[in-house]
């Protein structure tokens, strides 16, 4: 049974460092790996998908790898900003299209 | 904007009202539809997979008697939370991708529904 774990569950950090955020999976016969943002009260925003394939994929200030193999996968912010307080979810999905989300990262950023 | 869209975004009623939630694709066809609950704090944890024109796939743990799905349409799914009780009070969201044949697509999420039973 897949088991996703995220580290750190809460960090608070001041405006401009850059941040990694962890994931890692217990099966590694995985279709891709998706990270997700999601602000209180809200649904699901989609931030970055990586293919079984891929090494990482990046979309502005933020980058994520994956490390198949051994099951993990990071998501790197640089130079934060408040407005990327959220909570961050990484997701894998499997052959069957069923996500399997992680516990969460809390993460604040003050100004 | 939005490709997934979800109706309601709040409801508040009193124990024993069965609660409809719509999912809607709005710009693809979405053969499959997907039910996530979120406690407080929590991760999302699947309920069950919607398959347009076929019956609901339910996770392990999850009353397919209490939770009705329907999913008429390819862009339609529909939950049901019947004779809700407070347990059944939390976050429900739904998300769909294209239909099969675009590979390793995103997960498409709505706004959610807070589902309040007092």
């Known amino acids: 049974k897949q088991e996703v774990t995220q580290i750190p569950a809460a960090l608070s950090v001041p405006e401009g460092e850059n941040l990694v955020l962890n994931c890692s999976f217990t099966d590694s016969a995985i279709y891709n790996l998706q990270w997700f943002r999601q602000d209180p009260g809200k649904g699901l925003t989609s931030l970055l998908l990586?293919?079984?394939?891929?090494r990482e994929q990046t979309s502005g200030r933020l980058n994520a790898s994956l490390d198949k193999s051994s099951g993990r996968s990071t998501l790197y912010i640089a130079a934060s900003q408040p407005g990327d307080s959220a909570t961050y979810l990484c997701?894998?999905?499997?052959?069957?299209?069923?996500?399997?989300f992680g516990t969460g990262t809390r993460l604040q950023v003050f100004p | 904007g939005a490709v997934v869209s979800q109706h309601p975004s709040w409801v508040i009623c009193k124990s024993g009202t069965s609660v409809k939630i719509e999912c809607r694709s709005l710009d693809f066809q979405a053969t499959t539809m997907f039910w996530y609950r979120q406690f407080p704090k929590q991760s999302l944890m699947l309920m069950a997979t919607s398959n347009e024109g076929s019956k609901a796939t339910y996770e392990q743990g999850v009353e397919k008697d209490k939770f009705l799905i329907n999913h008429a349409s390819l862009t339609l799914s529909t939950l049901t939370v019947t004779s809700a009780h407070p347990e059944d009070s939390s976050f429900y969201i739904c998300?769909?991708?294209?239909?099969?044949?675009?590979?390793?697509?995103?997960?498409?999420f709505g706004d959610g529904t807070r589902l309040s039973i007092l």
């Open positions: 998300s769909s991708t294209r239909t099969r044949g675009f590979s390793n697509q995103p997960q498409h």
């Open positions: 990586i293919q079984s394939s891929q």
């Open positions: 997701a894998v999905e499997g052959n069957t299209d069923k996500l399997i």
